[in-house]
């Protein structure tokens, strides 16, 4: 719940919901079976996914490297946990990305993205990351970044995702594209209803 930063766990059951407040929690990802979170300005945390209980926690720095609508986007694989982290008190500065070790809570790597990112998706020997500069792809291997589709203005890319052996990304335009992921080049734009 950005507005208050807290979470609501859902009872499939009864399609209740419970409001549960770890910390001020800016962004989370599922690890399949429990939640990983980035709390209270710089704290990764692991919620157990049935019981919504703290189980872990990773504090990252004193100072705090996020805040409540301004990144701490995360993503979980490749045995890592990927953060998004601004330069607080910057509008539209570029951010990073940051390869953290979920055992030992060290920083393993930090990659360049640009201004205002979504959540990192991890696909293969990829990472993708939509900003305000458009869609990039860091390669996991060479460790370089890639703009592979620029914003192009107010219609740019808008959210990305994988499947049947593509990434395939919304452009606010009303556009769907599918992508290579080895190239990055689009193999089909598919027009759908705004």
Known sequence: NLGDGTLSQVDPATNEATTVRPGEVVGFTSDGRDLWIAMDGNTLARIDGVTGRVERSIQLGSRPLFALRDAGFLAVGRRSLWLTVPRLGERMAPQELWR???????????YRLGPDPNPPLLDGPYVWSISFDGLSR???????????????????PWGVAAGGGSIWMGQQSGEVWRLDPATGRPEAKIAVAL
Do not use: F, K, N, Q
């Open 138 to 156: 860091i390669d996991l291997r060479s460790g370089r970044t890639r703009l592979v589709v620029p914003s192009g203005g107010p219609g740019g």
């Open 100 to 110: 953290i070790d979920p055992d030992r809570g060290r920083v393993l790597d930090r």
